[in-house]
């Protein structure tokens, strides 16, 4: 989560040219009445008075001082301008100065109410969607796809049918928070507006993108949002240190594409995308965040692009040991098999392909007859 990652990224960026004309908001931090939106009084106060050092016991109060939310100077007033920044691209397609916007800094996804969880210490993206609901809309879709479960944004709205919860991440069983399993639909009137696609280590792009696309698309059409939030952690890649996922930038840039075509199909093109996980921070974050960027600007970067050697002297000056990308892809073949129902085979005959495939049908099919029919939807049509 060092900063170095936001710095690189947005060097590599401007280093392309992909920022000349475009307008880079400072945000302000975010004030109590903002974070109230989600987080309790005393939760605030424990983090606007911790000082460090804090020792690490295995139950810290409030996830304050844990080995995953170290305390440091300055902790409340960072994590408010997370809050700020998001706010701020919030209101900028709120009040139709522009359609999209992008907070890379954002998306701490995992903030619970009244603790720190998962390196988050306040939950940006649910505040933003707390602040939407009330400044115009009431049909709000986020996506989420970190490799870790949105476990943080799912519980601020599991009984809020205006918000529509999906996080695509690596199986419960097998990574933190060991939330996310297809079962979690939601309560009550909200019962089914909270979806959880889970994959096993190992799913790579053909595999990953056939299960966003059996998934997402079907649910955000029945849901009918009026904008789209996208959590676009980064650490599903095949190189990140915290996971088991083996996505490269390719496939992330093509996630990035899809969700930004939904927003356009299904909300009128309203669309605030957030950073979020994302451990590569030299050879993955700066380049997956630069065609994050691009692709809400609308300026194709194609993989096979040269990183700019000017980028990767800073990258040397900063960061010696570290072998920097030299293009702005992985070099990796994205195509996907469309999911085709229970039924379908699609074998390659390739055994691993083969099992893979099985692997990811099994955990779509789980999911959609979790959720779709709660949406109106054929759990077993691909159509739907």
């Known amino acids: 989560m060092k900063p170095a990652r936001l710095k690189f990224t947005m060097a590599l960026a401007?280093?392309?040219?992909?920022?000349?004309?475009?307008?880079?908001?400072?945000?302000?931090?975010?004030g109590r009445t903002d974070l109230l939106r989600i987080?309790?009084?005393?939760?605030?106060?424990?983090?606007?008075?911790?000082?460090?050092?804090?020792?690490?016991?295995?139950?810290?109060?409030?996830?304050?001082?844990?080995?995953?939310?170290?305390?440091f100077p300055g902790m409340h007033e960072a994590a408010s301008v997370i809050v700020g920044g998001t706010l701020a691209a919030a209101r900028e397609i709120a009040e139709g100065r522009t359609r999209r916007a992008v907070s890379i800094g954002g998306g701490m996804h995992h903030a619970m109410p009244d603790s720190a969880a998962g390196f988050?210490?306040?939950?940006?993206?649910?505040?933003?969607?707390?602040?939407?609901l009330d400044h115009g809309f009431d049909r709000i879709a986020y996506l989420d796809v970190d490799v870790h479960h949105g476990d943080g944004v799912q519980r601020a709205f599991y009984a809020d049918p205006r918000v529509l919860t999906v996080s695509l991440?690596?199986?419960?069983?097998?990574?933190?928070?060991?939330?996310?399993?297809?079962?979690e639909t939601g309560v009550g009137a909200a019962e089914g507006t909270a979806i959880n696609l889970a994959m096993l280590p190992g799913t790579r792009d053909a595999q990953w993108l056939r299960g966003f696309h059996a998934v997402v698309p079907g649910a955000v059409a029945a849901f009918r949002p009026q904008i789209v939030v996208s959590q676009c952690g980064v650490d599903t890649h095949r190189e990140d240190p915290l996971a088991d996922l083996e996505l490269t930038v390719d496939g992330q840039r093509a996630a990035f594409r899809a969700m930004?075509?939904?927003?356009?199909?299904y909300a009128e093109g309203r669309w605030l995308a957030v950073g979020g996980g994302g451990y590569g921070l030299v050879r993955v974050v700066p380049r997956a965040w630069t065609h994050l960027l691009a692709t809400a600007l609308d300026r194709t970067i194609a993989p096979e692009t040269e990183v700019p050697q000017d980028w990767i002297?800073?990258?040397?000056?900063?960061?010696?040991?570290?072998?920097?990308?030299?293009?702005?892809?992985?070099d990796a073949d994205i195509a996907y098999r469309p999911w085709d129902g229970p039924g379908g085979t699609g074998?390659?005959?390739?055994?691993?392909?083969?099992?893979?495939?099985?692997?990811?049908?099994?955990?779509?099919?789980?999911?959609?007859?979790?959720?779709?029919?709660?949406?109106?939807?054929?759990?077993?049509?691909?159509?739907?």
């Open 347 to 384: 074998e390659t005959g390739d055994a691993r392909l083969d099992r893979a495939q099985r692997a990811i049908d099994t955990a779509v099919l789980a999911t959609r007859r979790a959720t779709f029919g709660l949406l109106g939807l054929d759990p077993e049509d691909p159509r739907d």
């Open 169 to 183: 991440h690596q199986h419960p069983a097998t990574l933190w928070p060991n939330t996310g399993w297809p079962e």
């Open 313 to 330: 002297d800073l990258v040397y000056a900063q960061a010696p040991q570290v072998n920097p990308p030299r293009t702005m892809g992985d």
């Open 14 to 30: 401007e280093s392309l040219g992909l920022l000349d004309g475009v307008e880079v908001l400072a945000p302000a931090a975010a």
């Open 120 to 132: 988050c210490v306040y939950n940006d993206a649910a505040v933003a969607i707390s602040w939407l």
């Open 39 to 71: 987080h309790t009084p005393d939760y605030i106060d424990a983090v606007e008075r911790v000082t460090p050092p804090v020792g690490t016991p295995e139950s810290p109060p409030y996830g304050l001082g844990s080995s995953d939310n170290p305390v």
């Open 260 to 265: 930004r075509d939904l927003a356009d199909r």
